[in-house]
């Protein structure tokens, strides 16, 4: 998917003037190469570096695909990829956004949560709200959920009781194909005052 | 994505310094809801060299009020305008646009100076390039506008030329009808520009290198009725077909003063300036309401297929007067 940019190989290269220029340009690339953005994933810090490199952060990852493919994280799920569904909502600093509409590298410093840093990472016990999306099964297909559980864990986060409203308008930015809806809002009630 | 090269600004002049060194090969980024999009349809007619971040540049996130004013810098978040008690108590109709704005996340990410310079949501202009677009059209400075001759069911009924997309931002249409001011920085200095002027057919009223600062309101009567209605397809994450702001003060049963701003009709939040008058000084029923309604729409000249508009526009007017 994405585009490398393509080097020019030496033997192109005439003698003399444009090789100096192709030094600099290189010296130039190997400067920028230098910044490093550092993440709290799920409690765990990540130092990574930027540029363009298959082991590095291009400036156009998003937080998405940083979450799934570089740090393997694939609980968070990419659906319309355009900011329309839901599926890709994590937490940042607490707050729930759409790590498909978010660059990787502007999330320097920044504290997130995906759907893999809610349980008990000692024990492996789920968090009360997982465990009501469990004890109501609140999804069907399931693609939805990590999104909808990061959603709620938001929502949660900010008004521990909310009202059955409340948390039809705090989960309104989540989609459900399979109309699992009615169950979520189930779940999250029966969770809400429970969760923290 | 395809690749580009990421800066972040640390000061406004900064920012206005790198649009200026990049010359239109640069594009800012605020929340990112609107820009990412852009960039992976590639639909614009260039595709940016580099992108400036606007996020890192401090202290442009305030919501304040003083001396009568409220100012809200433009990095102040969606959300945060939606939680402020100053904003829900006397601007209660921005407050409730920006409410209404897509969902939660989305808030929580977009910006009040991105929600005015959001590109419009024309599908012709929008089509993206991995499905058979770029599209060529006005706006993109070759070509006739597509959606005269084509689907045009949620483009504009009044005001348009060259390119008839409306403008798809809710806060602007609160912002027109509280009298609020844009302020812009570039580099030939600072100046203000009112929210109605912003816009235009073909595109906003920033100049190159201009980027918005603040915003700000006049102080509103507080026994002034604010309202903010907007008619979507679907309820969360949608575009306005069609919205009305308002903002009306009675006195024992007369009006005294009134403002009405339609959204999603025209290029800009467009002011039913007429109507206004129309109603200033009456006694308001239900009567008075769709004769000013009906004032409101006057000027409208549909296209091929939203006529439909003209109705909703109508309904949410005398709606909004009635409240």
């Known amino acids: 998917m994405e585009k490398r940019k393509s080097v020019r190989p030496v033997a192109f290269l005439k003698k003399g003037e444009d090789t100096v220029v192709r030094t600099q340009k290189l010296t130039r690339k190997k400067a920028r190469a230098t910044e490093r953005i550092s993440l709290t994933v799920n409690g765990k810090i990540h130092e990574m570096e930027v540029g363009t ?75 009360p709200l997982q465990q009501a999306f469990v ?24 008004n521990p009781s909310p009202t059955e409203e409340e948390v039809k308008e705090g989960l309104s930015g989540n989609f459900c194909r399979c109309i699992s809806n009615y169950h979520v809002v189930k779940a999250v009630l029966a969770a809400s005052g429970k969760g923290r | 994505m395809r690749s580009f090269t990421h800066i972040n600004a640390r000061t406004l002049d900064e920012a206005i310094e790198l649009l200026r060194k990049y010359r239109g090969r640069a594009v800012l980024n605020a929340g990112g809801t609107d820009l990412l999009s852009a960039l992976k349809g590639e639909y614009l007619s260039r595709y940016p060299e580099t992108v400036i971040n606007l996020k ?4 442009l996130d305030y919501v304040s009020e003083d001396g009568g004013l409220l100012r809200i810098g433009a990095l102040a978040k969606l959300s945060d305008i939606v939680r402020s008690p100053l904003v829900s ?36 202009y929008r089509y993206p390039r991995h499905i058979g677009g770029p599209v060529q059209c006005a706006r993109k400075g070759s070509g006739p506008c597509l959606a005269v001759r084509g689907d045009n069911r949620y483009h504009a009924i009044m005001n348009s030329r060259k390119c008839f997309a409306v403008c798809p ?17 570039g580099p030939e200095g600072d100046r203000a520009i009112a929210v109605t002027d912003f816009f235009g057919p ?104 939203n006529a ?8 949410l007017v005398k709606r909004a007067i009635l409240r």
Request: glycine share 8%; net charge negative; hydrophobic share 40%.
């Open chain 1, 53 to 127: 490199a298959s082991h590095q952060i291009d400036p156009a990852h998003t937080l998405a695909h940083t979450l799934r493919e570089t740090l393997g994280l694939t609980g968070t799920k990419v659906s319309c990829d355009h900011g329309a569904c839901g599926s890709c909502t994590v937490l940042m600093d607490g707050k729930a956004v759409l790590s498909c509409m978010t660059l990787t590298i502007e999330c320097d410093g920044k504290r997130i949560t995906t759907i893999e840093g809610l349980s008990d990472p000692e024990t492996g016990e789920l968090d």
């Open chain 2, 169 to 185: 931002s809710d806060t602007a249409v609160a912002l027109a009808v509280l009298d609020a001011q844009v302020h812009v920085s």
């Open chain 2, 202 to 305: 073909l595109a906003n009223a920033l100049r190159s290198n201009e980027i918005v600062r603040k915003i700000e309101v006049p102080k509103v009567s507080v026994s002034a009725v604010q309202t903010f209605l907007k008619f979507t397809v679907r309820e969360p994450i949608d575009f306005a077909v069609v919205s009305v702001a308002s903002v009306i003060t009675r006195e024992e049963g007369v009006c005294t003063d009134a403002r009405i701003a339609l959204g999603a009709v025209a290029p800009g939040p467009v002011r039913a300036s007429k109507a206004e008058e129309m109603l200033k000084g009456e006694r308001i029923d239900e009567e008075m309401a769709a004769q000013a309604a009906e004032q409101a729409l006057a000027g409208a000249r549909p296209l091929s297929k």
């Open chain 2, 308 to 315: 439909y508009k003209i109705e909703i526009a109508k309904t």
């Open chain 2, 89 to 124: 108590s006397g601007y209660r109709v921005l407050a409730e646009a920006a409410r209404s704005v897509a969902s939660p996340q989305i808030r929580n990410a977009a910006t009040i100076g991105g929600n005015l310079c959001q590109d419009i949501r024309c599908w012709y």
């Open chain 2, 56 to 59: 890192s540049i401090s202290g």
């Open chain 1, 135 to 158: 004890d109501h099964t609140a999804f069907q297909c399931g693609f939805c959920t990590p999104g909808m559980i990061m959603s709620a864990k938001a929502l949660l986060g900010e």
